[in-house]
């Protein structure tokens, strides 16, 4: 048993070393392995153990966390996150508003919408459904699409210090998160008129 363990120890160790200039490209290819499998997932309509909740706040911290980045000359980060940003946006574009429907009623079952926000609001679409119960379905679209282009704003505001001739390249990422969020939008706005009365 003991001779089992210092052997694995020894295989992880190794592998460590093959890959430690490549740290970057390991985690790309398990993001983009994850993505592919949600885009599949979601493309057969199961939606597996990722909720479709989870892309926009990923792409949304990819998009911040890679400005940040870019600011701190991380240059290696920021393409890891604007990897995750560009793979989970497409992954999302998988999905159906059938799918966004269906997610949005299971969290209004599980929710009293005239209810005061609670931070645990924010793990779910109850933020979502509560925010529509108070502002409409179109402002609350709009808050969220705001959301998500105020990250956009500020990836593609974070550019000034990337060389000219790879500014369009690295504004890739932003960009493609536009049609996600507006795709995304439109869906909860039609799952929101279509679920919540009077919205």
């Known amino acids: ?5 210092v052997l694995w120890i020894a295989v992880v160790i190794f592998l460590a070393s093959l890959v430690r200039e ?4 390991v985690f790309i290819v398990f993001i983009l392995a994850g993505a592919i499998y949600l885009a599949w997932s979601y ?9 479709i909740y989870a892309l926009p706040v990923i792409v949304t911290l990819s998009l911040l966390a890679a400005a940040v980045a870019q600011l701190l000359g991380a240059a290696g980060v920021v393409e890891v996150l604007n990897v995750a940003a ?4 497409l992954a999302a574009l998988a999905t ?4 966004w429907r269906l997610q949005v009623q299971d969290d209004l079952q599980r929710t009293k919408v005239v209810e005061a926000f609670q931070p645990a609001d924010l793990l779910s679409w109850r933020w979502w459904l509560k925010l529509v119960d108070r502002v409409g379905a179109g402002r ?6 705001g959301v998500l282009a105020v990250a956009v704003v500020i ?5 000034g210090g990337v060389a000219s001739d790879e500014r369009g390249l690295a504004a890739i990422p932003a960009l493609i998160v536009l049609p996600f969020a507006g795709l ?7 799952a929101a008129i279509r679920l919540i009365p009077d919205a």
């Open 140 to 145: 609350a679209a709009l808050c969220y699409l």
């Open 184 to 190: 995304s939008a439109f869906w909860l706005y039609r």
């Open 155 to 159: 990836a593609l505001a974070t550019l």
């Open 22 to 25: 490549h740290v970057g490209q």
């Open 1 to 5: 048993m003991r001779l089992t363990a």
């Open 43 to 51: 493309s057969r309509g199961v939606t597996s153990r990722v909720p």
């Open 86 to 89: 560009i793979a989970f946006s």
């Open 96 to 99: 159906t508003p059938r799918l």
